[in-house]
């Protein structure tokens, strides 16, 4: 453990209880004095949004989010957001959503209160991400972190066990990124080791009991945990491959982390002993890898890029776009050799080992 490090925690409220959601949101929406509120929701998100805003009034309802927050979108909802006079920008749903709020926040300065609805972790980072012409740029700004996460576990249960399953993977991928990124510090990789702990918890009630909250609320907590270890310790190896694979390929966000995730572990872990150590006591095992295979088989977790549209011939274009900007801070040093050796595996679905 490094004795010398610089650590920033950003500063956010966190409201966390289940069936609390709408109480919640009143109560902030009166602490920022706010008048017109815009919530935005996906369609398959509607519902769950007009309850969670059922005691307040609102100004627009918003639900062109698609995933990736292609720039056209973006552009259009914050035309719609300066339109409608908006003092408060509320987003209920997951990372799309998310989205879309920070790119209206990142050119409006409007406070975010954020109601996730799945294990993202976008809520809890100062990180934003568009996509143009089939490139997704994603940077960091403090304007686009939410000012409130508001946690209901009873939101996330209209997630379907597998889409629950891959998304809490997502947030795991940022708890593993965390011990590794390039400001990875011992703050953030115990936060990151204790999400850990608490995913491996949650996740496989939620695949045994997919209606009841305890596993639910176990897997938000982590995934809060992760997001904010991944705000401090930034973007490593894992998400660099993710982004491209989604912003070139149009792959599913959540099914591609839980997919690749294994195969970076695998890879970095031999030349990471400490963090490697740290990710396998968190999911009480002797191996780091061997705790992720051993969770991933459980949940029957997503297990190959070729089963989301990917395919071999894909393989040396996506190595071009991600090995420039794989972080100098990872473990072992990539090469286009053993990344797409990496890509292949991940592509095939062979299982993952040191």
């Known amino acids: 453990m490094s004795s010398t490090f610089e650590h920033v925690t ?17 109560t902030e929406v009166a602490r ?27 100004a627009l309802h918003y639900d062109d989010v698609v995933p990736h927050v292609p720039i056209e979108k973006a552009k259009k909802a914050r035309t719609a957001a300066v339109e409608h006079k908006i003092d408060l920008l509320v987003c209920v749903g997951g ?10 926040a990142m050119t409006s300065g409007l406070p975010i209160v954020a109601v996730p609805t799945t294990y993202a972790g976008s809520e809890a980072t100062n990180v934003w991400g568009l996509t143009q012409a089939a490139h997704k740029t994603t940077g960091i700004d403090d ?35 965390s ?46 945990l992760a997001a904010v270890a991944f705000a401090s310790a930034g973007s490593g190896m894992h998400h660099k491959i993710c982004h491209v694979l989604g912003g070139t390929w ?9 997919t690749v995730l294994p195969y970076v572990l695998a890879f970095n872990a031999p030349k990471a002993p400490e963090a490697a150590a740290r ?27 070729m089963d989301y549209g990917f395919t071999e011939e894909n393989i040396p274009d996506a190595v071009d776009l991600i090995l420039p900007v ?10 286009a050799e053993n990344l797409s050796e990496l890509l292949r595996a991940a592509t095939a679905g062979t299982t993952p080992e040191l």
Not at 95 to 104: C, R, V
């Open 179 to 224: 011990m590794w990124g390039p400001r990875a510090d011992p703050i953030n990789q115990a936060l990151a080791a204790e999400g850990i702990r608490a995913l491996n918890a949650g996740l496989p009630l939620i695949k045994l009991d997919p209606q009841g909250l305890a596993g639910r609320e176990q897997a938000l907590y982590g995934a809060y």
């Open 10 to 26: 950003l500063g956010q409220r966190v409201l966390f209880g289940s069936a609390k959601a709408a109480e919640n949101l009143a």
């Open 32 to 58: 920022f004095g706010a008048k017109r509120v815009m919530v935005i929701a996906s369609k398959f998100e509607s519902h769950a949004a007009a309850e969670v805003a059922s005691g307040i009034e609102v």
């Open 250 to 258: 149009n792959m599913p966000h959540a099914q591609t982390h839980a």
């Open 279 to 305: 990710i396998a006591t968190a999911f009480g095992t002797d191996e780091a890898v061997v705790g992720l295979n051993n969770l991933r088989t459980v949940l029957d977790a997503p297990k190959a890029l």
């Open 95 to 104: 990372g799309s959503t998310t989205g879309l709020a920070k790119a209206i």
């Open 326 to 335: 794989i972080p100098a801070s990872n473990p072992r040093k990539p090469s």
């Open 143 to 177: 304007k686009v972190l939410p000012a409130t996460v508001i946690y209901d576990a009873t939101l996330t249960l209209s997630l379907p066990a597998d889409l629950s399953v891959a998304s809490g993977l997502n947030a795991l991928a940022h708890c593993v990124d």
